[in-house]
């Protein structure tokens, strides 16, 4: 049998399945130990509150408002300076939004205790309902634009406009599981702070 003499590089190709396993075994674990981490790093003051909370849980209403702004703006630098500032606002409230809850939202579930796992089942069915009604709008919008369109030749939204839309609207509508989970979610602080109430 021929081996590779040592300090060789196996090549990827030849690799056994087993090396390759164990490979994504470790990268896992690693990944597992930075989310948990991340998770017992404690809040800034101003996250750990749950007003603070329900206040970025707002946020990807404000981002889809922002994309709605920027998609009947009718183009131009207007147009662009609202789309910038939907892009940042989306970005940064997803971000936060799972900074606010211990990134409950995305970490894995043998990190998390029956009770975390039941919140998460729950704020994605919150944010599954609250998509339908992002979509129910959209939908809204599109046959009053084609309506409109038709009738008085007035378009709300050009196609430049269903681009914005529809890229505030994603950006919407991937923060929505964050922000129902935000809104309901009690960390440990709050439950020893109504205790004490």
């Known amino acids: 049998m021929n081996t590779p003499p040592t300090g060789t590089r196996v090549p990827a190709s030849t690799a056994t399945p087993r090396s390759s396993a164990q490979r994504r075994a470790r990268l896992r674990a690693?990944?597992?130990?930075?989310?948990?981490?991340?998770?017992?790093?404690?809040?800034?003051?101003?996250?750990?509150?749950?007003?603070?909370?329900?206040?970025?849980?707002?946020?990807?209403?404000?981002?889809?408002?922002?994309?709605?702004a920027a998609a009947v703006a009718g183009g131009g630098a207007l147009t662009a300076l609202l789309m910038g500032t939907t892009s940042i606002v989306g970005a940064t409230g997803i971000v936060q939004l799972r900074?606010?809850?211990?990134?409950?939202?995305?970490?894995?579930?043998?990190?998390?205790?029956?009770?975390?796992?039941?919140?998460?089942?729950?704020?994605?069915?919150?944010?599954?309902?609250?998509t339908l009604v992002l979509l129910g709008a959209l939908l809204t919008l599109a046959v009053l634009n084609g309506f409109l369109a038709q009738e008085t030749d007035l378009?709300?939204?050009?196609?430049?406009?269903?681009?914005?839309?529809?890229?505030?609207?994603?950006?919407a509508a991937g923060a929505l599981p964050a922000a129902a989970l935000a809104w309901h979610w009690r960390a440990p602080a709050d439950e020893v702070d109504d205790l004490d109430e």
Do not use: I, K, N
Not at 37 to 64: M, N, S
Not at 106 to 113: F, G, I, R, Y
């Open 30 to 68: 690693e990944m597992q130990a930075r989310v948990q981490e991340q998770r017992q790093q404690p809040l800034p003051p101003w996250l750990a509150t749950r007003t603070a909370r329900r206040a970025l849980a707002l946020l990807p209403a404000l981002t889809f408002t922002l994309g709605v």
């Open 99 to 130: 900074r606010a809850t211990r990134m409950l939202d995305t970490a894995p579930e043998d990190l998390l205790d029956e009770r975390e796992l039941s919140e998460r089942d729950h704020a994605y069915r919150r944010g599954f309902r609250l």
């Open 155 to 171: 378009e709300l939204v050009g196609s430049v406009g269903w681009m914005a839309l529809l890229f505030a609207s994603s950006l």
